[in-house]
């Protein structure tokens, strides 16, 4: 099977199983403090992010940048580090490493591993108190991920592959 229809493929599972897990929840859902929108109280139940009262629109635009600092950063980092460690640690065929020693690798990716796990625990902390905060981390993360591939992207020289 070629390359590209094995991606499509996988992205028709994607979209499947969102498509699925959307379905799912219309059927089954409660109506709760999780799954609601914006900032005003609904019978005196204020959001509460990561114990920060979030009362007012100022708090809230707060909140939205600071999201949007943490992704934008995160996909910024995650797109220059994690290959960097990666090419140089799990690939079987990179037998030789000269740009590292091996306690700075060792140092560098440990403290690349751990910060990124704290990293993403605020950020589910921050998601799951509410949805629509959960589905603008999700929109800037992908309009971030765009322009990031985009660049990579255009420094590559892309051939046209012929299958006979």
Known sequence: MKTKTKLLYCLLGNIFLFTFLIILINCFKIHNKYFRFGVPSINDVSLVVVSVKIDNYLKYTGLLIVITIINVSKIIIDSVGTPIIDWNIFNPDKIKIVDFTKNE????????????????????????????????????????????????????????????
Do not use: M, W
């Open 105 to 164: 690798l060792l140092i560098y990716s440990n403290l690349f591993y751990l910060f990124s796990g704290l990293r993403g625990l605020f950020t589910i902390l921050i998601s799951i108190t509410q949805f629509d905060i959960a589905l603008y981390s999700v929109l800037v993360e992908q309009i971030a991920s765009y322009f990031i591939i985009n660049y990579l992207l255009e420094e590559k020289e892309f051939i046209e592959y012929i299958d006979l």
